[in-house]
């Protein structure tokens, strides 16, 4: 083999040996995978590139209510619906992080919903920042205490049941209790005519919170504060409404797991929504009558039973009352309500149920209005 040879061999083996490398699989770049975050319970899990804890959940809703069947309800009434069909899709994410104060949540829940005709709206249901001990945003008022057992809850029970924004502050003292303070948007609880806002109402409950069950004990003040129309000017000043409330929840560990039964009541003077919705919407309820303070109060109560494992059985009832002034447009008023459902959840998270209520409403010398409707519910939570 001469020189030269030997030179294009060596040529073409270095040829080959270049192409070969070439073809050789690239390292991939570092990835960051998600990891599963187990500090703050299920189905949590780091974003990538954080140190926060991220769940994401949903849920679809749609159901079929069946209106007030009575003849002077909206069956009674040719123009009025006489049902209500929905579809919602819900949408919650929290958001959890670790500081040397205590955990950082963001938390957000919004939805969707289609009724009759497609008419669409979009909620923000929650949407608040928890530190420690302080909470700001939109989520349930710190007055409530309980807010029912029916699966639906085709009519109003009167309770305290509200959402709003909020800041507040909860100290927890150790062994399930609590007391928090709240400053609490004044918007929502308004009765009657009001004017612009100027104050928001303070809020402070105390509560526990063990095996047994849980309880609590709740006070709130209320600025009354009439519009231009409805104003006193010679009275030279605007009252100051309050409400109280108290409730217990007992578990029932004779039964199946999940179980209670609870008891609870409010009064209120000059702050009349804290005492329930179904009876202060009634048209010409109003926290006041010229100077004066109109009161009144509500009383509640209600049962859950998990007959099996799959199916449990819910019955509300409330019972309220107004004491309107003398020279108010209408007489005392008083309402009570009662609302029962059936639920069977034949797969963890998805849920089928029906439900039945029944209210009156009753206003001194005008005689009373009756209400029966009646529903059913498909719900999958995810």
Known sequence: MNFKSLMLGAATAAAATTAQAADLPVAPEPVDYVRVCDAYGARFYYIPGTETCLRVGGRVRTQFVVNNVLDDGNWGTRDSDGYSWLARGYLYLDARTATEFGTLRSYVAIYGSSTNGDSSSFTLDNAYIQWGGLTAGRLGSNFDIFTGQAFIGVVDRDWSDETLNQIAYTAA????????????????????????????????????????????????????????????????????GWAVGAGVVFNLPMANSGSNIYFQGFYADGALHYIGEGITGTAGVSDYTGDDTNSGFSLSSGVYIQATQTIGLALDG?????????????????????????????????????DVGYANTDIDNSGDTDELLMGIRLQRTF
């Open 173 to 240: 003292f150790g062994n399930g209790f609590s007391a928090t303070v709240a400053l609490e948007d004044r918007s929502n609880r308004e009765v009657g005519a009001y004017g612009g806002t100027r104050a928001p109402d303070l809020v402070g409950a105390l509560s526990v919170s063990q095996g047994w069950g849980s309880a609590q004990l709740s006070a709130a003040l209320h600025q009354v504060y009439p519009d231009t129309a409805n104003n006193n000017p010679t009275s030279g000043e605007d009252n100051l």
């Open 318 to 354: 409330s019972y309220a009352q107004v004491d309107m002034d003398q020279n108010a447009t209408i007489g005392d008023v008083t309402r009570y309500a009662i609302d029962g459902s059936v639920q069977w959840e034949p797969v963890s998270g998805f849920v089928l149920g029906a």
